[in-house]
């Protein structure tokens, strides 16, 4: 009985411990890809989102601070009288850089004054001369209408007997050197007319002779005006030591040196690929390796109709079989605004450029 009773059905036990395990490898194989799938789907909108407000800004770091620059030199040859600029010094527009020896010049000038007064002269002159002729025309028409009408008597006394052959002749004779003689007078004072430009009564300051003579001396008084040298537009004197007072200095010789820090700009040399949206007028951020931490404002002025290899000694040849594409870069000219107090910008600084294109993309540019 005792062993009837205890010997029936055992009572059913759960096995926790085995199925903890089953129900958290459950949970990671349904967690496991709705993890993996958000983690695509935020990879997605991060650069879905970056390339929607990417795109607007394009950054060069091949870019440089440029100025105007001029290369002083004269047109005209002579000795350097003084030279009241140094190394390094600041000068404004108008002020003298260099200075000839201005005697020569001013000889020049007086000798070719002297010449165009004495053409002066000789002109007034020769009018009076014309005139002069014109009086010896009309003396010698006299006497020629007079040696006629000798002529003509004795024409009708020869054949009567009234004066002999030899008195006939010599009237015949008289009367055709007379007409000769004032033939040339009359090429004489035309030939003096045509001097005179064609005309006796015209101011001798507009005739040809008198002109040529001006010029001499403009060409004079612009030489002696040369011969002192003044800064185009304010800037530095560089370069300054290699002309000394005394030495003489050629026509069109370089003296020295003058960089501007009016003009001033920076140009930039982007990727052809990256002037899709750049135009005139882009806001740009500028900032110098010379100073870091320091960004000057500025905008795009000019965008080149070329890229740098169009000018270049030997463009590149791309007719050859073995021809391999290389991007170009565009020349660009940024206007940078320089405020007082802003270090000196100087020229063949490396800078680095952001323009701001303005452009956003949206979705429709992927389709």
Same mark, same amino acid.
């Given at each position: 009985?005792?062993?009837?009773?205890?010997?029936?059905? @055992?009572?059913?036990?759960?096995?926790?411990?085995?199925?903890?395990?089953?129900?958290?490898?459950?949970?990671?194989?349904?967690?496991?890809?709705?993890?993996?799938?958000?983690?695509?789907?935020?990879?997605?909108? $991060?650069?879905?989102?970056?390339?929607?407000?990417?795109?607007?800004?394009?950054?060069?770091?091949? *870019?440089?601070?440029?100025?105007?620059?001029?290369?002083?030199?004269?047109?005209?040859?002579?000795?350097? +009288?003084?030279?009241?600029?140094?190394?390094?010094?600041?000068?404004?527009?108008?002020?003298?850089?260099?200075?000839?020896?201005?005697? !020569?010049?001013?000889?020049?000038? &007086?000798? +070719?004054? $002297?010449?165009?007064? +004495?053409?002066?002269?000789?002109?007034?002159?020769?009018?009076?001369?014309?005139?002069?002729?014109?009086?010896?025309?009309?003396?010698?028409?006299?006497?020629?209408?007079?040696?006629?009408?000798?002529?003509?008597?004795?024409?009708?006394?020869?054949?009567?007997?009234?004066?002999?052959?030899?008195?006939?002749?010599?009237?015949?004779?008289?009367?055709?050197?007379?007409?000769?003689?004032?033939?040339?007078?009359?090429?004489?004072?035309?030939?003096?007319? *045509?001097?005179?430009?064609?005309? $006796?009564?015209?101011?001798?300051?507009?005739?040809?002779?008198?002109?040529?003579?001006?010029?001499?001396?403009?060409?004079?008084?612009?030489?002696?005006?040369?011969?002192?040298?003044? &800064? !185009?537009?304010?800037?530095? &004197?560089?370069?300054?030591?290699?002309?000394?007072?005394?030495?003489?200095?050629?026509?069109?010789? $370089?003296?020295?040196?003058?960089?501007?820090?009016?003009?001033?700009?920076?140009?930039?040399?982007?990727?052809?690929?990256?002037?899709?949206?750049?135009?005139?007028?882009?806001?740009?951020?500028?900032?110098?390796?010379?100073?870091?931490?320091?960004? %000057?404002?500025?905008?795009?002025? @000019?965008?080149?109709?070329?890229?740098?290899?169009?000018?270049?000694?030997?463009?590149?040849?791309?007719?050859?079989?073995? %021809?391999?594409?290389?991007?170009?870069?565009?020349?660009?000219?940024?206007?940078?605004?320089?405020?007082?107090?802003?270090?000196?910008?100087? &020229?063949?600084?490396?800078?680095?450029?952001?323009?701001?294109?303005?452009?956003?993309?949206? %979705?429709?540019?992927?389709?």
């Amino acid at each position: 009985m005792s062993q009837a009773a205890t010997s029936g059905p @055992a009572p059913r036990i759960t096995n926790r411990v085995t199925e903890a395990p089953a129900r958290r490898r459950l949970g990671r194989a349904v967690v496991r890809p709705i993890m993996m799938l958000g983690g695509i789907a935020v990879v997605v909108a $991060a650069v879905g989102f970056y390339w929607l407000t990417g795109g607007r800004v394009v950054s060069i770091d091949d *870019a440089y601070v440029r100025a105007a620059k001029e290369v002083i030199s004269t047109d005209v040859s002579g000795i350097v +009288a003084s030279v009241p600029v140094h190394e390094g010094q600041r000068v404004n527009k108008g002020d003298v850089l260099l200075r000839l020896d201005p005697r !020569p010049f001013q000889i020049a000038l &007086a000798g +070719a004054t $002297a010449n165009r007064d +004495a053409m002066a002269s000789t002109l007034n002159a020769m009018k009076l001369d014309y005139k002069r002729m014109l009086r010896d025309v009309d003396v010698k028409q006299a006497k020629l209408q007079s040696d006629q009408a000798n002529y003509d008597r004795f024409a009708n006394l020869v054949k009567s007997g009234g004066v002999t052959r030899a008195e006939y002749d010599n009237a015949r004779f008289q009367l055709m050197a007379d007409k000769q003689a004032v033939e040339a007078l009359k090429v004489t004072a035309a030939v003096q007319l *045509a001097r005179l430009g064609g005309s $006796a009564d015209a101011d001798v300051t507009t005739m040809n002779d008198y002109l040529k003579a001006q010029a001499r001396v403009d060409e004079a008084r612009r030489e002696l005006d040369h011969a002192v040298i003044n &800064a !185009p537009f304010g800037g530095i &004197a560089t370069q300054v030591e290699t002309v000394q007072p005394g030495m003489y200095l050629a026509a069109a010789t $370089a003296a020295f040196g003058l960089v501007s820090t009016e003009d001033v700009w920076v140009e930039a040399n982007p990727k052809e690929t990256e002037l899709t949206h750049v135009k005139r007028g882009d806001p740009v951020d500028v900032t110098v390796d010379t100073y870091p931490g320091i960004t %000057w404002k500025g905008e795009v002025e @000019a965008i080149a109709p070329n890229s740098g290899s169009e000018f270049s000694v030997l463009p590149a040849q791309n007719t050859s079989g073995n %021809w391999v594409k290389v991007v170009q870069r565009i020349p660009v000219r940024i206007k940078v605004e320089h405020k007082p107090g802003d270090p000196e910008l100087r &020229a063949g600084m490396s800078v680095e450029a952001d323009i701001d294109t303005g452009h956003t993309r949206s %979705w429709r540019d992927l389709f």
